[in-house]
């Protein structure tokens, strides 16, 4: 099976899904000789031009859903990340069709190496972080996976001598045999896609197969305060380091007398004081401790890696400031799309927050809010198909406002707020009940914040 694919030459490809990874990975094969078909659940018409065009280049299309044959007859299988766990791809695992992610494939052909980071959440700050470590360094280092290119659109240009920092979801990680990152990271793990995954073991055993697949000599970065993920340097075969936010660990990165530390065995270096890190919130400083241990292990400077955390701002939709209006600070945590995520944003503020809650619920629990809320939200705006859900979970709690429409939603959180309060979009929810992705529910959110911070004056 492993060999099958060094020729793709003639071999019938079924790519599941027609999103970006899903192009990426059908031109990858067509260059390659394959012969290439692509199932669709959208129709024709929902596709549009993108359909006729590769078509034209050549592809099977089926769309408007997936038939049997499609799989059956296929001799690789490679799923988009997110795709559903169709019954079909089970049938032709159980027919031992082998099944890979674009990862798996990628992998296979790709020179240089893979510094793979996976978590439940901070994957795309840390992934984004330690990219600009490297890259500020003068590192040949390139940005993929699901939140840069999808790593297959690499291979062709591929050198030896290249770092590729991916963030990798669970869904991709699934689908992985031989694939190996030679630097991994793993940020945390909390409830996330059981929709998808089924249990909590079932979604941690797919994470944990980006540190199980390394070899002897390559590096793992674990977080020592998440007892699931610590677990795994029992059976791991690489180099175990740690960070750490709450106590000093022997190899790895914590914090000591307000100073982020590195530390392998003996020697000690100290990196850059927590007051210079711009990004709010505790788990932002357990993301920096992640980069910067990885960033040491692979031969970064600590003089580098300050520079780099220094200018380091954090990415659009997370724990993003919007405005202030009237002494209302608005803040854009669009990508808070678990409750985790939520708690972690709420858990970096001590002044009093509106929360905005609400969208599409993916099969979350939302009572572990409750305590959190009581500690230090003020009121809630509910919004979206999840809110009779939350409104249920944080009953009794503290004033649960509702909207229609995110302008609604605005002027709901502003007429809730003080001078010196906080409103926070962190919804715990998907978006796809209102909006096509977070990032658009997050850029609707901050035009209508700055619609009112024009209006106020």
Same mark, same amino acid.
């Given at each position: 099976?492993?060999?099958?694919?060094?020729?793709?030459?003639?071999?019938?490809?079924?790519?599941?899904?027609?999103?970006?990874?899903?192009?990426?990975?059908?031109?990858?094969?067509?260059?390659?000789?394959?012969?290439?078909?692509?199932?669709?659940?959208?129709?024709?018409?929902?596709?549009?031009?993108?359909?006729?065009?590769?078509?034209?280049?050549?592809?099977?299309?089926?769309?408007?859903?997936?038939?049997?044959?499609?799989?059956?007859?296929?001799?690789?299988?490679?799923?988009?990340?997110?795709?559903?766990?169709?019954?079909?791809?089970?049938?032709?695992?159980?027919?031992?069709?082998?099944?890979?992610?674009?990862?798996?494939?990628?992998?296979?052909?790709?020179?240089?190496?893979?510094?793979?980071?996976?978590?439940?959440?901070?994957?795309?700050?840390?992934?984004?972080?330690?990219?600009?470590?490297?890259?500020?360094?003068?590192?040949?280092?390139?940005?993929?996976?699901?939140?840069?290119?999808?790593?297959?659109?690499?291979?062709?240009?591929?050198?030896?001598?290249?770092?590729?920092?991916?963030?990798?979801?669970?869904?991709?990680?699934?689908?992985?045999?031989?694939?190996?990152?030679?630097?991994?990271?793993?940020?945390?793990?909390?409830?996330?896609?059981?929709?998808?995954?089924?249990?909590?073991?079932?979604?941690?055993?797919?994470?944990?197969?980006?540190?199980?697949?390394?070899?002897?000599?390559?590096?793992?970065?674990?977080?020592?305060?998440?007892?699931?993920?610590?677990?795994?340097?029992?059976?791991?075969?690489?180099?175990?380091?740690?960070?750490?936010?709450?106590?000093?660990?022997?190899?790895?990165?914590?914090?000591?007398?307000?100073?982020?530390?590195?530390?392998?065995?003996?020697?000690?270096?100290?990196? /850059?004081?927590?007051?210079?890190?711009? +990004?709010?919130?505790?788990?932002?400083? !357990?993301? %920096?401790? &992640? *980069?910067? $241990? #990885? @960033?040491?292990?692979?031969?970064?400077?600590?003089?580098?890696?300050?520079?780099?955390?220094?200018?380091?701002?954090?990415?659009?939709?997370?724990?993003?400031?919007?405005?202030?209006?009237?002494?209302?600070?608005?803040?854009?945590?669009?990508?808070?799309?678990?409750?985790?995520?939520?708690?972690?944003?709420?858990?970096?503020?001590?002044?009093?927050?509106?929360?905005?809650?609400?969208?599409?619920?993916?099969?979350?629990?939302?009572?572990?809010?409750?305590?959190?809320?009581?500690?230090?939200?003020?009121?809630?705006?509910?919004?979206?198909?999840?809110?009779?859900?939350?409104?249920?979970? /944080?009953?009794?709690?503290?004033?649960? +406002?509702?909207?229609?429409?995110?302008? !609604?939603? %605005?002027? &709901? *959180?502003? $007429? #809730? @707020?003080?001078?010196?309060?906080?409103?926070?979009?962190?919804?715990?929810?998907?978006?796809?009940?209102?909006?096509?992705?977070?990032?658009?529910?997050?850029?609707?959110?901050?035009?209508?914040?700055?619609?009112?911070?024009?209006?106020?004056?």
């Amino acid at each position: 099976e492993i060999e099958m694919t060094m020729n793709l030459d003639g071999r019938n490809v079924l790519v599941v899904g027609l999103a970006r990874t899903g192009e990426a990975t059908a031109a990858f094969l067509l260059r390659r000789g394959a012969r290439v078909t692509v199932t669709e659940s959208k129709s024709r018409a929902e596709l549009g031009s993108k359909a006729e065009t590769w078509v034209r280049r050549g592809v099977t299309l089926e769309a408007g859903g997936h038939t049997p044959a499609a799989f059956l007859e296929a001799d690789l299988i490679i799923p988009s990340p997110g795709v559903p766990r169709l019954p079909e791809i089970a049938a032709a695992r159980d027919r031992g069709i082998p099944v890979w992610s674009e990862i798996e494939l990628a992998s296979r052909f790709l020179k240089g190496s893979i510094v793979g980071l996976t978590g439940t959440n901070g994957k795309s700050t840390t992934t984004t972080l330690l990219h600009r470590i490297l890259k500020d360094a003068g590192r040949p280092a390139f940005l993929a996976g699901n939140i840069g290119t999808p790593l297959i659109s690499f291979v062709d240009r591929s050198r030896d001598d290249h770092l590729y920092v991916t963030e990798i979801s669970s869904f991709q990680l699934e689908y992985i045999h031989a694939f190996r990152a030679r630097l991994a990271l793993v940020l945390n793990l909390s409830g996330n896609h059981l929709d998808w995954h089924g249990t909590m073991d079932d979604y941690a055993a797919a994470k944990a197969k980006l540190v199980l697949g390394q070899k002897a000599g390559d590096a793992a970065v674990l977080n020592r305060e998440d007892a699931r993920v610590w677990a795994w340097k029992e059976a791991a075969v690489s180099d175990v380091f740690a960070f750490s936010g709450k106590r000093p660990v022997r190899r790895g990165a914590f914090v000591r007398d307000g100073w982020v530390v590195v530390r392998d065995g003996g020697e000690e270096r100290r990196i /850059l004081p927590v007051s210079e890190i711009k +990004l709010p919130g505790l788990h932002n400083r !357990e993301n %920096v401790l &992640a *980069a910067a $241990a #990885a @960033a040491r292990i692979l031969g970064v400077a600590p003089s580098r890696i300050r520079a780099s955390v220094r200018g380091f701002r954090g990415l659009e939709h997370r724990l993003e400031p919007v405005a202030t209006v009237r002494g209302v600070s608005f803040i854009n945590d669009s990508k808070a799309t678990t409750v985790d995520a939520t708690l972690k944003a709420l858990a970096g503020f001590t002044r009093p927050v509106v929360l905005i809650l609400g969208g599409k619920d993916k099969g979350s629990d939302f009572r572990p809010l409750r305590k959190a809320v009581r500690r230090g939200v003020k009121a809630v705006v509910l919004v979206g198909s999840a809110r009779e859900k939350i409104r249920e979970a /944080l009953a009794g709690t503290v004033p649960l +406002l509702e909207a229609e429409t995110y302008p !609604e939603v %605005v002027r &709901a *959180a502003r $007429a #809730a @707020a003080a001078p010196g309060d906080i409103v926070l979009l962190a919804p715990a929810c998907t978006s796809w009940d209102m909006f096509r992705d977070f990032e658009e529910r997050g850029r609707v959110f901050k035009r209508e914040v700055r619609r009112l911070a024009r209006r106020k004056g």
